[in-house]
């Protein structure tokens, strides 16, 4: 046990009052982490050094100097400590606390641990405290900042490691906060709307110590959960629809996906065989048709930049004369297949009534290219071809500097945001995404998580949020080294724990089953999701990055599995506003939502 009598703990015996801290104050070594190393360090400030730096700047600080042979020993603040064990006696008064760049405390890595890897900054913490005695004598004095002893393994068996790959990145934003886990889980319980440091206290169970603390992680299950009932109840929804993605070409070169084919494999020129597909507007007709007699609600379409898409004729004309080659342009005469225009692919869709979901952001950008048009007048003349709203894809997270690694060639976080206004303004409905699990941190995703809110309180037009963990087996991410594996178990909870918290303005929050699978699909339904996707009928996105969790999902599999769970099954339309309850007592099960829709089970 940690937290026994002879565990030394911390006692701050110089600086002033903190928020939460006061001199004098003991603190228990469950709790000695990030804050309280932060808090240590700031107390003796150096001579003209700001009060109060933030713990942000010193990281940057550091990350600067990492690696940087100039700065082998760079103290970066020191703090006067003496440590006490929990009946009071005095063990070790310690020597000033310095604040090592990183690369001075990697070097000394005495031996490897699981928790080297995962919890950089409990192992920034604790690492001389496994040291030996001669060990210690070997580091210079000045990079001991540490001194007092506590059972390293027993600290990992209490938290649980993430899969995020920190020390790999030097990012601005980081999961500090001046907010503790009590005041943020007692704020999402009475219904408070929440901070950015709230959301991140949730959604690390704590910036106290890291790693996620089960015991806490289940008080944020909990709190999501009975919100999810007080917001909608216990139905969960479901949709009869279709993926119909039309290209896999596009030359955007996202680390994330494996979805695409470079469009030079696409050319007529080109004699090499690959896997990738274009299919025209009569092709996308005919597939839809087929699926509207199955009584689909929905046809959900997500595609590759093709270099040949245009918006429309007009938009055609105006690449065509473009002198400019940074277009990402070529006729559509090079290629084997012809996609025609986003409009023609659109009207295609748009028959018997489906209702047509598609153009992301990222696809509205790639129909206004070397054009002055602005958002709303490319979704305008979309709507007019049958657009009825937008797939809030393409978000991955909101931050620009987790933007800049893994997809560079994409619009930026606030064009993504402009688009999804624009597609507002003109009277589309949408959906907003978030795909998590690759290189960011806590910080990341609550900020995406505010954008979101914030875009919703200026739209109202946000249907349901849909969180994405990151399924990464197949993509550049993983193939280069950049990652070892996506988010876990527990990050994929709290992830929509915290969003069905934080988002208090948006109704649904989706368990996506083709990036969870069914048994952790239901389970997200306990965590604060109430919508369990679609019938889908084929994927090929998450299926080509590696997913292995099928392509469809009949009326039956969802009765079968919802009622399981105890809750109501619901066949929902696109925008929420059709539902209709199934009594899973009365089979056959199909959807009878859609004009074509009778009640015949769409799959056997
Ligand atoms: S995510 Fe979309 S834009 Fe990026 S490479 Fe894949 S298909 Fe292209």
Known sequence: ????????????????????????????????????????????????????????????RASRHHGNPRFPNDPLASASCRLWNTSGQLVRESESV??????????????????????????????????????????????????????CSSMSTRRKPTGIPREQFAFEYQPETDQQFANALAKARSDKRLTIDDGIELLT??????????????QVLEAADRRREAVVGDEVTFIANLNNNVTTACNTGCLFCNFKDRSEKFRSANTETHAGFTKTPAESRETVTAAATRGIYEVCSVSGLHPAF???????????????????????????????????????MNIDGVHVHSMTPEEAYHAKRGTNWDYSEVYRRLQRAGLDTVPGTAAEILVDEVREV??????????????????????????????????????????HLDRVRDLQDRTGAITEFVPLSFVHQQTPLFERGMLEG??????????????????????????????YGDEM????????????????????????????????????EYVDMIDAIGRVPVERSTDYT???????????????????????????
């Not at 169970?205 to 289940?218: A, F, N, Q, S, V």
């Open 310 to 348: 245009a918006l429309n004729a007009e938009h055609r004309e105006i690449l065509k004369n473009s002198d400019r080659n940074d277009l990402n342009y070529r006729p559509p005469d090079a290629y084997d297949v012809n996609p025609q225009t986003y409009t023609d692919q659109i009207s295609a």
């Open 486 to 515: 996506g988010a876990t178990p527990d990050e994929d909870e709290l992830m929509i724990a915290v969003s069905r918290l934080y988002l208090d303005n948006i109704d649904h929050i989706q368990s996506s089953w083709v990036k």
């Open 578 to 604: 059709k539902r209709r309850r199934i009594d899973p007592a009365s089979p056959p099960f199909g959807p009878t939502i859609a004009p074509r829709a009778d009640g015949t089970p769409m799959l056997n």
């Open 406 to 447: 893994i997809c560079p060639g994409k619009i930026n976080s606030s064009g993504w945001v402009k688009a999804m206004e624009a597609s507002a303004e003109v009277g589309l409905g949408m959906t907003a995404t978030i795909m998590y699990g690759h290189i960011e941190n806590e910080a990341h995703r609550i900020k």
């Open 1 to 60: 046990m940690i937290n026994n009598l002879n565990t030394p703990r911390l006692m701050i015996t110089t600086g002033r009052s903190l928020p939460n801290l006061s001199r004098g104050d003991t603190l228990d070594p469950l709790h000695m982490s990030i804050k309280t190393a932060m808090i240590a360090r700031h107390i003796n400030k150096r001579p003209g050094q700001p009060p109060w730096v933030k713990w942000s700047g010193l990281r940057r």
């Open 98 to 151: 310095l604040v090592t760049s990183q690369i001075s405390v990697q070097r000394h890595t005495p031996v490897e641990r699981p928790w080297y890897k995962d919890e950089k900054v409990w192992y920034q913490t604790v690492l001389f405290s496994s040291l030996s005695t001669e060990e210690m004598a070997k580091i210079p004095r000045k990079e001991r900042f540490m001194t007092h002893k506590y059972s």
């Open 521 to 556: 699909g239901l389970k997200m339904l306990n965590c604060g999701a109430d919508d369990f996707m679609g019938t889908i009928l084929s994927e090929e996105i998450t299926k080509r990055a590696g997913g292995g969790f099928g392509q469809f999902r009949s009326f039956g």
């Open 205 to 218: 169970t704590g910036t106290d110590c890291l790693g996620i603390d089960p015991t806490r992680k289940e």
